[in-house]
C-alpha cells in the first residue's frame, strides 16, 4: 500500500513546474515594463534635444567603430576618411577662383586713416627709402638707417648695415624693412638696433593698421596680422611680375604682368575665403603708367605724344579721368599727401620735383637738380615736412642724396656724404 504523504506522486512536480513558470512571467514582465521606460525616455530625450538643439549630430554619443559598422554594413552607406591638416609657418594658401569685374564699390569703403599707413604707397613702390611717424623722418642710406628730427634737423644713425635695404613702414613702436640681399622682412622697435625676421623670401611691404601686405621674390602677394604674424597667400602670379597697387578696408588691389606683356589689374576680397580674384580695371600694354591707389583715388601717368606724360586722377568707379599735370617723365610713382600731389619733370639736362595743389591747380618746383642724363635714375620721396631726391645723375653717373624743406623751396637743401647731413 502506498505511503499518500511520504511518497511523491507527481503533484510536488507539477507545483514546482508552475511557480517556475509563473517567476518567468513576471521576470519578463518586469524585463518588458523596463524596456519600455528606456524606450520612452529615449523618445522624451530625443525630441527634447530635436526642440532645443535642430542641428545636434546624435552620431557623436555612438563609438566611431560601432556608429561605422552600423552605417555601412547595416544600413548600407559609405564613409571617407577626412585628410588631417599641419600648421606650418608657411603661407596658408587658397587656390583662386574668378568673380565679376569690380566696377564699383561703396566709397566708405575707402575711409583709410593715414595715420594707420606704414608709408605711402607712391613712396614705397619708388623703393621705400623714407619714412615719418610725424614726429621723426626716418631714411636708409649705404651705411644703415638714419633718424632727422625735423624741427631741429638733429640726426642719428639708428641701424647700421652695408646691406641694401627698401620698404621702410613705420606703424607704432616698430620700423619694418626688407633687407634685399637676404630677402627678410625685419621688424625693428624703436630705441632698439637689433632687428629681428618676421618673414622670408621678401622683396616688398606695406603696413597698413594691423596688417602686413607683402610679395615674396617668387611674386606670392601675401598678408598677416601683426599681432601673430602668420601669413596667409592672397594670390601667386607663377613667373609673372605682381606689384601691389593699394588696398582698401575691405580688398586688396594688385597688378600682374601676364605672358603677353600686359598689365592686368586683380582684385581680391581679404575675408573671401576662396580668394575669388575679379578685374578692377580694363588690361593695358604701356607699363609706364605705374598705377598707384591711395584713399579710393588711382594716380598714373598717360603719354601725351610730346615725349611727356600726363598726370592724372580717377576716383575709383568713375569714368571720368582728370589731368592735373603734362609734363612728367614718368620716372618715379605719383606720391599723394592729402590734398597735394608730387611727380618728377625732366626738362633739358634737369630734373625737378613738382608739387601740385590738387584743388587749386597751383604748382612749384620743390627741387631742382641739374646735370642729369635723360636716362637717369633719380628717385624722389615725400616726407611730411621734407622731400628727398636719391639716385644717379645717370646709369654710371653721380650719387645724389638730397633733401629740402617744404618751406624754404627748391634753392636751399641739405646733401648727405659720408653719414652727415651739410647744407
Keep these: 500500500m502506498k505511503n499518500d504523504y511520504f511518497e511523491n506522486d507527481g503533484a ?9 513558470k509563473k517567476k518567468e512571467r513576471k521576470a519578463l514582465k518586469g524585463f518588458l515594463v523596463f524596456i519600455s521606460m528606456v524606450v520612452v525616455g529615449l523618445t522624451v530625450f530625443v525630441i527634447t534635444v530635436k526642440l532645443l538643439a535642430p542641428d545636434f549630430d546624435f552620431s557623436t554619443l555612438v563609438p566611431k567603430k560601432a556608429y561605422t559598422f552600423v552605417d555601412e554594413k547595416i544600413m548600407g552607406h559609405t564613409t571617407t576618411t577626412e585628410p588631417t591638416t ?17 566696377d564699383y564699390l561703396e566709397f566708405d569703403e575707402f575711409e583709410m586713416n593715414t595715420e594707420r599707413q606704414g608709408n605711402a604707397m607712391g613712396n614705397l613702390m619708388n623703393g621705400g627709402q623714407v619714412a ?33 635695404l627698401s620698404s621702410l613702414n613705420l606703424r607704432g613702436d616698430f620700423l619694418y624693412f626688407v633687407n634685399e ?44 596680422a601683426i599681432k601673430d604674424m602668420k601669413p596667409s597667400q592672397i594670390y601667386s602670379s607663377a613667373d609673372n611680375e605682381l606689384r601691389l597697387v593699394g588696398i582698401s578696408l575691405k580688398r586688396v588691389f594688385f597688378a600682374v604682368t601676364n605672358g603677353l606683356g600686359k598689365i592686368d589689374y586683380l582684385t581680391v576680397e581679404l575675408d573671401d575665403e576662396e580668394r575669388a580674384v575679379a578685374p578692377f580695371r580694363d588690361s593695358e600694354e604701356n607699363s609706364d603708367s605705374k598705377l598707384v591707389m591711395e584713399n579710393g583715388f588711382m594716380y598714373y601717368y598717360t603719354p601725351n605724344g610730346s615725349g611727356t606724360y600726363n598726370v592724372c586722377r580717377q576716383k575709383f568707379g568713375s569714368e571720368q579721368v582728370v589731368t592735373l599735370a603734362e609734363d612728367s617723365d614718368a620716372s618715379s610713382y605719383i606720391e599723394v599727401d592729402s590734398n597735394r600731389l608730387f611727380y618728377p619733370e625732366y626738362k633739358d639736362g634737369s630734373y625737378m620735383l613738382t608739387e601740385v595743389n590738387m584743388n587749386s591747380g597751383d604748382s612749384r618746383y620743390l627741387m631742382t637738380i641739374k646735370d642729369v642724363d635723360s636716362q637717369h635714375q633719380l628717385k624722389y620721396y615725400h616726407s611730411y615736412q621734407y622731400d628727398f631726391v636719391i639716385g644717379k645723375t645717370a646709369a654710371d653717373g653721380k650719387d ?20 652727415n647731413w651739410s647744407y
Excluded at 600648421?87 to 569690380?102: G, L
Excluded at 615719418?132 to 648695415?161: F, L
Design 86 to 102: 599641419t600648421t606650418t609657418t608657411e603661407p596658408t594658401t587658397a587656390e583662386p577662383t574668378t568673380a565679376k569685374r569690380i
Design 400 to 419: 645724389i642724396y638730397r633733401a629740402g624743406c617744404v618751406f624754404t623751396g627748391s634753392t636751399h637743401y641739405m646733401k648727405f656724404n659720408k653719414g
Design 181 to 224: 640681399k637676404s630677402h627678410e622682412l625685419l621688424k625693428m622697435e624703436k630705441g632698439s638696433s637689433e632687428p629681428s625676421r618676421i618673414a622670408k623670401d621678401v622683396r616688398f611691404a606695406y603696413v597698413y593698421d594691423n596688417k602686413i601686405f607683402y610679395v615674396t621674390t617668387g611674386n606670392t602677394l601675401c598678408v598677416m
Design 12 to 20: 510536488d512536480t507539477k507545483r514546482k513546474k508552475r511557480k517556475k
Design 132 to 164: 615719418t611717424d610725424y614726429s621723426y623722418i626716418y631714411h636708409i642710406t649705404t651705411t644703415g638707417i638714419y633718424r632727422i628730427n625735423p624741427e631741429t634737423e638733429d640726426y642719428a644713425r639708428i641701424y647700421e648695415t652695408k646691406d641694401k
